[in-house]
């Protein structure tokens, strides 16, 4: 079993700062890719930010320059500093992530798995 557990997030001010932490625990083999999506009322759910096991990201346009992704691979765990807050920011924040788990005959099998989600509240 593969949990990811978040924290952070809450009522941010618009120009203010916020950030998220996302840890993974369970029988991890190998963590590929960790992320962050965001789901906004009415709305579908889209991705923030990415980042791969070699530090590579990726980022929506809407975010470019405000937010940064960043993970410590030895904790299993990734973070989203969000800064300059717009309204339109607001949204549940859902942590994401592509990783190999040992399975039940310890062999090891690929899986998506996301967080319970944390909502994020941009207003003055």
């Known amino acids: 079993q593969v949990q990811l557990v978040e924290s952070g997030g809450g009522l941010g001010q618009p120009g203010g700062s916020l950030r998220l932490s996302c840890a993974a625990s369970g029988r991890i083999f190998r963590n590929d890719k960790m992320g962050w999506y965001r789901q906004a009322p009415g709305k579908e759910r889209e991705m923030v930010a990415t980042?791969?096991?070699?530090?590579?990201?990726d980022y929506a346009d809407s975010v470019k320059g405000r937010f940064t992704i960043s993970r410590d691979s030895a904790r299993n765990t990734v973070y989203l500093q969000m800064d300059n807050l717009k309204p339109e920011d607001t949204a549940v924040y859902y942590c994401?992530?592509?990783?190999?788990?040992?399975?039940?005959?310890?062999?090891?099998?690929?899986?998506?798995?996301w967080g319970q989600g944390t909502q994020v509240t941009v207003s003055s």
């Open positions: 980042i791969t096991s070699d530090d590579s990201t």
């Open positions: 994401n992530a592509d990783l190999l788990s040992w399975g039940p005959s310890d062999e090891p099998t690929a899986g998506r798995y």
